[in-house]
């Protein structure tokens, strides 16, 4: 009889995160997961390069976001463009979602090498977005500090989603956050000129 079945990877994410849950993440192997879902391990190598994976999913988010910014008009603000890439990704892929993503942060917090993954998730996301921003014509610098401006944006708008109970949105809470971030920067006195070095 055939294991193939439609609804493997979310069967499969199911198994694996019970499994992380009650016997911890490093006890956890892919054949207990598959066992756990009534798939075959072939199956899981299907749809998982690995067991971490399961936790960190495709690279959705960043390929999304370089899409949106690559397609969007010559004129469009750049921070209104990264804004609008992240809340269309919190809109379609995270809200609705909040208990089973805060299962998989608590698991990826108790593994240091999980950690380290989602850092370097997080940096994908910035490389992703500076690299996109560079192919619209913004300078260098530019463009990587508002990568790395909307990857921190990201990171501590869904802490502050997942440690919450209200109705507030991700999308909403992004956007609360890049408009406190605006009004700061705008309230932050420019500079005084470098001083001219005699020679």
């Known amino acids: 009889m055939s294991r193939w079945q439609p609804d493997a990877r979310e069967r499969l994410e199911r198994a ?7 016997q911890g ?23 998982f390069a690995d067991k971490r994976e399961v936790l ?10 370089a899409v949106l ?4 008009p010559p004129d469009a603000d750049p921070a209104a463009l990264i804004t609008g890439a992240l809340t269309a ?3 379609t892929h995270l809200e609705g979602r909040r208990a089973e993503i805060r299962r998989r942060q608590e698991i990826i917090r108790s593994d240091e090498g999980l950690r380290e993954r989602n850092l370097r998730k997080r940096d994908a996301v910035s490389d992703a977005v500076r690299d996109a921003l560079t192919r619209r014509g913004l300078p260098a610098v530019t463009a990587g500090m508002l990568a790395g401006t909307s990857a921190t944006l990201f990171s501590v708008a869904l802490q ?4 919450s109970d209200d109705d507030r949105t991700l999308a909403g809470i992004m956007l609360d ?4 971030l ?15 070095q005699r020679p």
């Open 25 to 47: 993440f490093a006890a956890t192997t892919v054949p207990q997961i598959a066992g756990r879902a009534g798939l075959t391990t072939r199956t899981f190598f299907r749809h």
């Open 89 to 91: 990704f919190a809109a």
């Open 160 to 163: 502050e989603w997942l440690d």
């Open 16 to 22: 694996a995160l019970e499994l992380f849950a009650e």
């Open 177 to 180: 956050g890049m408009q406190a």
């Open 56 to 65: 960190f999913g495709s690279d959705e988010m960043f390929l999304q976001a």
């Open 182 to 196: 605006r009004t700061a920067l705008g309230s932050v006195p420019a500079p005084a000129p470098a001083a001219t």
């Open 69 to 72: 910014i690559a397609e969007a």
